[in-house]
């Protein structure tokens, strides 16, 4: 294992667009392999310096809202096959929680966000380059549904922040980057033959590897 760097491959897309479950069914086709996934959302950055009042109006789909430094960083140590401390971030709060998880290094790594391809940095650690591309109205109903039921937020709070930051954000830093893609997937998990086929490049990348 240690005589080949990890396999980085980057899956992005808006938020809602499906890039997660994209992730979980590369993750869960191979269940006895040497691969993980490393959430960008993790890596937000520490703000219990701040007031509560001024962590409301965080832009979380801004690049100045994460900790990239970090997020580098740690890539860096699991290419040289160190175990990492990923950060736990507390939606309920918006800071960064006193938790950490421990990730041991894997031979791929699935590095997931929004904005993984606006940093050349981030970019130049990745072998594969993935982009989901979902309609606007799909991605909005998701977000609702996500941000209501796992975050507990209010149906207005999610609407307003999807018109005043989440889509003008989209268009000004995550859609840009689809240029950067090797792939792009439309309608994120439910392309089954798009997931497939990248689940047939893995596989061969595990057999040059064994």
């Not at 897309?13 to 993750?27: E, Y």
């Not at 990730?103 to 130049?124: A, N, Y």
């Not at 937020?153 to 889509?167: A, G, N």
């Amino acid at each position: 294992m240690h005589n080949k760097k990890p396999i980085i491959i980057g899956v992005t897309g808006g938020s809602g667009s499906g890039k997660t479950s994209v992730s979980r069914a590369i993750l869960s086709h191979f269940p006895s392999h040497s691969i993980m996934m490393l959430e960008h959302d993790s890596y937000y950055k520490n703000q219990d310096h701040l007031p509560f009042e001024e962590r409301l109006k965080t832009n979380y789909d801004h690049p100045l809202a994460f900790d990239t430094e970090l997020l580098i960083q740690h890539l860096e140590q699991l290419c040289q096959f160190q175990t990492i401390e990923i950060p736990v971030y507390d939606y309920v709060n918006h800071t960064r929680s006193q938790e950490v998880r421990l990730q041991e290094p894997k031979e791929v790594i699935i590095l997931e966000g929004i904005l993984i391809l606006e940093d050349e940095r981030l970019r130049d650690l990745m072998d594969i380059k993935i982009y989901v591309d979902t309609d606007d109205d799909i991605r909005i109903i998701r977000r609702i549904k996500r941000d209501i039921e796992e975050r507990g937020r209010t149906l207005d709070s999610v609407i307003k922040q999807y018109l005043d930051v989440v889509k003008p954000m989209y268009h000004q830093f995550i859609e840009p980057t689809k240029r950067y893609a090797d792939v792009i997937v439309p309608e994120g998990g439910e392309n089954h033959v798009a997931v497939d086929l990248i689940n047939t490049k893995i596989k061969s990348i595990f057999a040059a590897n064994s």
